[in-house]
């Protein structure tokens, strides 16, 4: 996803660190002093959904690294990335997503969350999409994330747009039996795959799907939500500002009385809020690359979470628009 203007304006970067009790700073050049002074302080506490499976909990907003850390060769483009992972786990977030598919990122996340000293305090998620080549393939690939992550066990481990799903599942099993993994799961991106996905959920013994879902995007709705609420499957959502397409849509408006009331002060916590509010899900991703939008996006994982109700009436609204 691309960054959209009408989302990340000053006065939301304002608002987004106001909201996690970040100093309020002049420029963004100063966000590393404010995060310092932010350290010092305890962060609010997020909500959290458990992973069924386990019963372990985990805090209803990540970051997603496609795109934003596919490739960033200098230092400054990579202090802001810096910035990010080490303040996710100090304002009370866990979970990191990559891929091997997103360019260097996970070689990024895996050198700089070394630098930091703070992997024992991350969730870290990544995939396997070499498997449709066969278990081999598959299986040297996780090599490769397991040494750019710069870790012996990896927390979560998905096939990638389900290839490879009948040579890799076993193996998945395998590594997960050894330790190696924590959690193994299967992700998509593609309406197209969402049948077969659903015979997966409902036949095989899977701890985690990662879907995309936006309140401009429910297609999932119908039947994989509910799908994984019924078998005990955790779900995490990318894409859930719908590629921009959300705040094309609301960003022009005033947030509306109604929605303050939940604790919403961007048009990025709308969004988020609307997601992680569904029952199904466990946790969203959207793609994090600046401290202002962490600030900002995890600010959906605090305070109330809307109704059924209320989030017909924010669906209504992207409708309408």
């Not at 066969?134 to 990896?154: N, Q, V, W, Y």
């Not at 960003?251 to 009385?257: E, L, M, V």
């Amino acid at each position: 996803m691309r960054d959209h203007p009408i989302a990340r304006r000053e006065a939301l970067r304002r608002a987004a660190l106001a909201a996690a009790g970040l100093a309020l700073l002049p420029t963004a050049e100063a966000s590393a002093e404010a995060a310092a002074e932010a350290a010092a302080q305890p962060a609010p506490a997020l909500l959290t959904r458990p992973i069924p499976s386990s019963g372990e909990r985990i805090p209803l907003i990540g970051i997603g690294t496609a795109r934003r850390y596919e490739s960033a060769p200098s230092e400054a483009e990579r202090a802001p990335l810096r910035e990010v992972l080490r303040e996710l786990p100090r304002l009370g977030g866990r979970l990191v997503d990559t891929a091997p598919s997103y360019g260097d990122a996970e070689a990024i996340v895996g050198a700089l969350v070394a630098e930091l000293g703070n992997r024992d305090r991350l969730f870290l998620a990544t995939k396997v999409g070499r498997g449709r080549q066969g278990r081999d393939a598959g299986l040297a690939e996780i090599e490769e994330s397991f040494r750019k992550l710069r870790t012996p066990r990896i927390d979560l481990l998905q096939i990638h747009n389900l290839g490879g799903v009948e040579a890799m599942l076993p193996a998945l099993r395998e590594m997960k039996q050894a330790g190696r993994i924590r959690y193994l799961g299967i992700s998509t991106s593609f309406d197209g795959q969402y049948d077969a996905l659903e015979a997966l959920l409902r036949k095989e013994a899977i701890d985690v799907v990662q879907v995309d879902y936006a309140l401009d995007n429910r297609g999932v709705e119908a039947r994989l939500l509910p799908a994984a609420q019924e078998r005990g499957v955790a779900v995490l959502t990318n894409l859930p500002f719908g590629r921009g397409r959300v705040f094309e849509k609301l960003g022009t408006q005033p947030i509306p009385d109604w929605a303050r009331e939940l604790g919403i002060a961007t048009w990025a916590q709308f969004a988020l809020k609307w997601v992680v509010s569904h029952p199904a899900v466990t946790c969203a991703i959207p793609g994090t690359s600046k401290l202002t939008h962490l600030a900002d996006n995890l600010g959906a994982a605090r305070g109330p979470l809307p109704d059924e109700a209320t989030r017909k009436r924010m669906a209504a609204m992207v409708d309408a628009a």
